[in-house]
Each structure stands twice: as structure tokens, then as C-alpha cells.
């Protein structure tokens, strides 16, 4: 759905769907908590881009051509659901053995890395081909949904002249779909025993004295390549080091953008690894981010999540393919851009894909049951499915699709009192007016919120973020709509009226839900 479309849902839906019934478990909620919300317009955090939105996929996944493919209609479908801007990054652990088979009689390289053959390694046991006619599919697949690209080379695993080589293929078919490269997946985690991609004691300086080795190589092939990087596991202080050496040794132009990954929980089969312990703040994200934007700011560059989701190793069941995961995903990602990110790309793809990624395992399956949803994808993938048997929108789609109403908008600070209530509030400016977001992530507290409207503001309206339980993973929708079909619908069906008296509205937000408010 194009911007314009959902302007206009906006604008002629209200009338028609006034007073839409809340979901019956939203109901059954004791004495709502009053909270008191207030806007700082003047007071910009960042501008979130059109591009925000993003998918991340194993390089594996183009081991076959067919998926990432114009032809592959419903996915297609899928991605311009949720944007026509977006990015799609490719890499993952996968990216580190998958080679360049640049002809039909190519030989794969000879691959000698500690960890194949240990129960204990979390890489992937086996080296897979890219051909130029996945490069080609690609190109043609980003036409037709409106992306751009982020490429990952393999660095774990490859060397300097592979890798220019499938660089300049890259390059030449991408064109302008192609942001930058990435050179090399979470090398932050290369010399851990379950990865054992370099040796213990390997660190930053080995790391950039090989990195700048690969992108020499590559900038020789592609004179205007550009880079991004270090797309690390969770070192913030790579990514300063990354962020300050490399534009003095590599050329300030060179480097579009800083990277990392984050996850919230993980391993899936600890018992830690829960919805409680998902929902709840994580001190890292503003230790990790408070590191890394003054280093971006001063050398002019941008920082960008390429890759994380709820939880790693393949997402865990009944949680990343459930409501939690859904308000999880709409607070993380809006959390993000107030701390200054340019964009988010969540992480998924099928089982097999996400199995192979690592050591052919998936710890987030709890059963036999688990194993066959995980082979439409795995439990944190935004989108499940196969080519066989299509493909369709999961529960975090639906908060990803909430945070599409913010993009192209100036994100402004909030004051929002809760009163020890687990929500957060985000509000922006919009064309059209203002959009403001409540997730409250409390399993137990309903809010009334108080909200402050800006100066000259008297009317509103309402979205819902919502499911029949926080560990739904069906009936999940946004507005009262979900997802349809194979050219992949949505259009907002139930909108609240909210009414604004002297300045304020009150808003209800049931506990486990999500609110939009529409203000203009």
C-alpha cells in the first residue's frame, strides 16, 4: 500500500468504523491505571526515513534463485504491503560459507574452519553456491517491490579476490539497488568457542587489517564501492573503533553507514528466555546506543540495526511467532529511532535457511508440532511460507506495519508518566498532522492515558495493535485487519473516534495492546 493509499485510509476511514468493539481478553482487565502523556514539538529526536522498514535473510536462502525472485508474486506482495522503501540485508551467519560460483564448472574453495564437524559449533557445517542467476532474480525481485539492498561478503571464510569477484557482479546487476556492502557477519564473535571462525585472541586490529584488505580488493573492481559496517554480534566499542578509524584509512566517502545486531533474549531454550523478560526494558539498548550516535554524529555517518529480532538462534515458539513478539517489535523498533537509528531489518527466513545457519540446529522448537511451523519459517520471521505453499504475514509483521505510520515523519520527545505501568509513548509529526504511539507491554495493567494534544489539534482517531492472548500466534491484526490474500491486502477496518476537549484526549490501552492515535 502506497503512503498516499493510507492517507486516504486515514482520512475517510474514521466516520465509517466509530466505536469498533475492543477484542473480548482486552475486556477482562481490572480497574485501568491513569496516565498522563505530553508532547515536546519542538523538541525533534530524529527523522525517520522512508527506508526504516527492513527484512534480514541468510545468503543461503539464495542458494535457490527462485525466492528471491519478480516472479515470486506473493512475496512480493508481502514486502509492498509493509513499504515500497524498504531494505533487505543480506548476510548472517550463512554469508561466511557460501562461495561465488561465477560459472557451471567452478569448484568450491577448499574451507578449512575449526568448527565443522563440533556438536558444540553454531556455524554452518557446509559451504553453499550463489550463481549470477540469483544476482539477476534479485535485481528483479527489488524491482518489483520498491527496495534496496544490503549485500554481506563473506569474510570468515573468503579472501579478498572471491570476494571482489562477486563483488563486481554485485554491483554491475544491482546498480542502484545496491545501498552498500557489508563485509563479514558478528566478527565480534569469530574467536568464541562456538564459532571459531579465528583464533582466541583475535581482536579489533586483526579484524580491520583483514576488512581493509577485502575492501581494497573490492573498491579495485568497483571504484565507487561504498561500505557499511562492522555488523557485529553486540560490541558497541567495535563499532566506535569501526566509526573512527575506517573513514580516515579508507577514505571518508567510503563509508556509508555503522552497523550492528541485537537480539533481546536468547538462547530460546533457557528458561529465561521469556515473554516476561521480553517485554521488560533492556539496559543494553541505551548503553549500547549512547556509545555509538555521538561517534556517528561526529564523523557524519548513520547507524542502522541490520539485523537482531526477539530472540536469536531462530526466535523461540509462542513467543517470537506471537503477540509478544508483535509489541515487542513496534516498541523496540520506535525506542531505536528515538535514540537516533535510521533503520531496523529484522531477521527470518525459513527453517531449513535458519537451521543451516546454525550447524543445522533450531533450539526454539519445544516439539514436532514447533518443527513443522519452523518449515514455513522460522519463529521470529516476519513473513513464513515457502514457494510451494505461499507465504503470509506473522504476528511481528503487524507491529512493523505500525511503525510504517511513522515513517517520512519528525520524531519528537514525550513526557509520559505511567505510573509504573510497563508502556512507552512516541509521538511524530506527519503531513497530515500527528501520530502518536502507546505500546503497553504490561500483562496485567490496562492505562487511560491522558494525552495532551498539540496547539490547534481537534480531532483523533484510533488504531489497535491486538491479539486474543500475548502468546496468540493467529488472529493478530492491526486496526482490526489482517493481511489477506495472494496480492497481500491490508486496509484498516476498525478506527476508534477519540474525542479531544480542550486540548486533550483520553485514550484507553488496554494491557498487552498497542495504540496509534491519529491527531489532527
Known amino acids: 500500500m502506497t503512503d498516499y493509499t493510507r492517507r486516504r485510509v486515514l482520512k475517510t476511514g474514521f466516520a465509517t468504523t466509530v466505536g469498533a468493539a475492543l477484542p473480548r481478553f482486552v475486556l477482562a482487565a481490572q480497574a485501568s491505571t491513569r496516565a498522563s502523556l505530553s508532547i515536546e514539538p519542538a523538541r525533534v529526536l530524529n527523522r525517520i526515513p522512508a527506508s526504516y522498514n527492513g527484512f534480514s535473510i541468510e545468503t543461503?536462502?539464495?542458494?535457490?534463485?527462485?525466492?528471491?525472485?519478480?516472479?515470486?508474486?506473493?512475496?512480493?506482495?508481502?514486502?509492498?504491503?509493509?513499504?515500497?522503501?524498504?531494505?533487505?540485508r543480506i548476510g548472517g551467519n550463512s554469508s561466511e560459507f557460501c562461495w561465488w560460483k561465477a560459472a557451471a564448472d567452478a569448484q568450491a574453495p577448499q574451507i578449512k574452519a575449526a568448527g565443522v564437524g563440533r556438536s558444540?559449533?553454531?556455524?554452518?557445517?557446509?559451504?553453499?553456491?550463489?550463481?549470477?542467476?540469483?544476482?539477476?532474480?534479485?535485481?528483479?525481485?527489488?524491482?518489483?517491490?520498491?527496495?534496496?539492498?544490503?549485500?554481506?561478503?563473506?569474510?570468515?571464510?573468503?579472501?579478498?579476490?572471491?570476494?571482489?569477484?562477486?563483488?563486481?557482479?554485485v554491483a554491475r546487476v544491482l546498480g542502484p539497488k545496491l545501498k552498500y556492502f557489508q563485509i563479514g557477519n558478528e566478527p565480534d564473535l569469530y574467536r568464541t568457542p562456538n564459532n571459531l571462525l579465528r583464533p582466541s585472541g583475535w581482536d579489533f586490529p586483526d579484524y580491520l587489517r583483514e576488512w581493509l584488505e577485502i575492501a581494497r580488493a573490492v573498491i579495485a573492481r568497483v571504484p565507487d564501492a561504498k561500505f557499511g559496517g562492522p555488523d557485529v554480534g553486540g560490541a558497541a566499542d567495535w563499532v566506535v573503533?569501526?566509526?573512527?578509524?575506517?573513514?580516515?584509512?579508507?577514505?571518508?566517502?567510503?563509508?556509508?553507514?555503522?552497523?550492528?545486531?541485537?537480539?533481546?533474549?536468547?538462547?530460546?531454550?533457557?528458561?529465561?528466555?521469556?515473554?516476561?523478560?521480553?517485554?521488560?526494558?533492556d539496559p543494553r539498548i541505551a548503553e549500547r546506543m549512547d556509545a555509538i550516535m555521538p561517534v556517528a554524529r561526529a564523523n557524519g555517518?548513520?547507524?542502522?540495526?541490520?539485523?537482531?529480532?526477539?530472540?536469536?538462534?531462530?526466535?523461540?515458539?509462542?513467543?517470537?511467532?506471537?503477540?509478544?513478539?508483535?509489541?515487542?517489535?513496534?516498541?523496540?523498533?520506535?525506542?531505536?529511532?528515538?535514540?537516533?537509528c535510521v533503520g531496523i531489518n529484522l531477521h527470518g527466513g525459513g527453517g531449513k535457511e535458519i537451521s543451516e545457519s546454525l550447524g543445522n540446529k533450531l533450539p526454539g522448537a519445544r516439539d514436532a508440532r514447533d518443527l513443522e511451523i519452523a518449515k514455513l519459517g522460522t519463529f521470529y520471521s516476519p513473513i513464513a511460507g515457502n514457494l510451494e505453499l505461499g507465504y503470509h504475514a506473522r504476528p511481528i509483521f503487524y507491529g512493523?506495519?505500525?511503525?510504517?505510520?511513522?515513517?517520512?515523519?519528525?520524531?519528537?520527545?514525550?513526557?509520559?508518566?505511567?505510573?509504573?505501568?510497563?508502556?512507552?509513548?512516541?509521538?511524530?509529526?506527519?503531513?497530515?498532522?500527528?501520530?502518536?504511539?502507546?505500546?503497553?507491554?504490561?500483562?496485567?495493567?490496562?492505562?487511560?492515558?491522558?494525552?495532551?494534544?498539540?496547539?490547534?489539534?481537534?480531532?483523533?482517531?484510533?488504531?489497535?495493535?491486538?491479539g486474543p492472548s500475548i502468546d496468540a500466534t493467529e488472529n493478530v491484526s492491526l486496526a482490526g485487519a489482517r493481511v489477506s490474500g495472494t496480492d497481500a491486502k491490508w486496509t484498516a477496518l476498525a478506527t476508534e473516534s477519540v474525542a479531544v476537549k480542550e486540548g486533550r484526549a483520553a485514550l484507553e490501552v488496554p494491557h498487552a495492546s498497542a495504540a496509534l492515535l491519529f491527531v489532527s
Open 60 to 88: 543461503v536462502t539464495l542458494e535457490n534463485p527462485s525466492v528471491y525472485h519478480a516472479a515470486n508474486r506473493d512475496l512480493v506482495a508481502l514486502f509492498r504491503c509493509l513499504t515500497t522503501d524498504g531494505v533487505l
Open 120 to 169: 558444540d559449533n553454531w556455524m554452518p557445517q557446509q559451504l553453499h553456491a550463489i550463481t549470477p542467476q540469483a544476482i539477476d532474480n534479485l535485481r528483479g525481485f527489488l524491482d518489483a517491490t520498491g527496495w534496496s539492498c544490503i549485500y554481506g561478503l563473506n569474510f570468515g571464510t573468503g579472501s579478498p579476490a572471491r570476494d571482489a569477484e562477486e563483488a563486481a557482479y
Open 241 to 281: 573503533q569501526f566509526g573512527q578509524q575506517v573513514p580516515k584509512l579508507l577514505g571518508q566517502e567510503r563509508l556509508a553507514e555503522l552497523t550492528g545486531h541485537y537480539y533481546a533474549e536468547g538462547p530460546p531454550d533457557s528458561p529465561s528466555a521469556s515473554i516476561q523478560n521480553l517485554l521488560a526494558t
Open 301 to 340: 555517518l548513520t547507524f542502522r540495526m541490520a539485523e537482531g529480532n526477539s530472540c536469536y538462534r531462530g526466535g523461540k515458539a509462542g513467543m517470537s511467532n506471537a503477540l509478544a513478539g508483535a509489541l515487542w517489535g513496534m516498541d523496540y523498533m520506535l525506542d531505536m529511532a528515538a535514540r537516533g
Open 400 to 466: 512493523m506495519l505500525a511503525v510504517q505510520q511513522f515513517a517520512n515523519t519528525d520524531l519528537v520527545a514525550t513526557r509520559f508518566d505511567t505510573h509504573g505501568v510497563n508502556a512507552n509513548a512516541y509521538a511524530a509529526k506527519r503531513v497530515d498532522g500527528w501520530c502518536i504511539a502507546v505500546v503497553n507491554k504490561d500483562l496485567r495493567l490496562d492505562l487511560t492515558v491522558d494525552v495532551v494534544v498539540p496547539p490547534g489539534c481537534k480531532s483523533a482517531a484510533t488504531w489497535r495493535l491486538t
